[in-house]
């Protein structure tokens, strides 16, 4: 099976800047994918960011872009989520996660989840 090892939440202040990171271990297939998701109390799961491993393609969530970049290191078998320009209401826990079929906007099309780490954005 797959794990995934999160770090870089933390507490930061409005306008400030956090960098996710995510380590991926264990079985996966060549066309996998790795996405950035976050839930904030008592909404819905949403999706950030996703990219493709083979091919490096992106997409990034309408609220986030221009402020969140997803990139990753091929070697380390690691994404990152740069977060700059953070805004209060982008206080969640992120998930990191691993489909292996492929990019998606979707939580149903990934199949590893990591812990979560929070993201607390101050006002």
């Known amino acids: 099976q797959v794990q995934l090892a999160e770090s870089g939440g933390g507490l930061v202040q409005a306008g400030g800047s956090l960098r996710l990171s995510c380590a991926a271990s264990?079985?996966?297939?060549?066309?996998?994918?790795m996405g950035w998701f976050r839930q904030a109390p008592g909404k819905e799961r949403e999706f950030v960011a996703t990219?493709?491993?083979?091919?490096?393609?992106?997409y990034t969530a309408d609220s986030v872009k221009g402020r969140f970049t997803i990139s990753k290191d091929n070697a380390k078998n690691t994404v990152y989520l740069q977060m700059n320009t953070l805004k209060p209401e982008d206080t969640a826990v992120y998930y990191c996660?691993?489909?292996?079929?492929?990019?998606?906007?979707?939580?149903?099309?990934?199949?590893?989840w990591g812990q979560g780490t929070q993201v607390t954005v101050s006002s």
């Open positions: 996660a691993l489909g292996l079929f492929g990019t998606s906007r979707s939580v149903e099309h990934y199949q590893y």
């Open positions: 990219i493709t491993w083979s091919g490096g393609i992106t």
């Open positions: 264990g079985r996966t297939s060549n066309g996998y994918a």
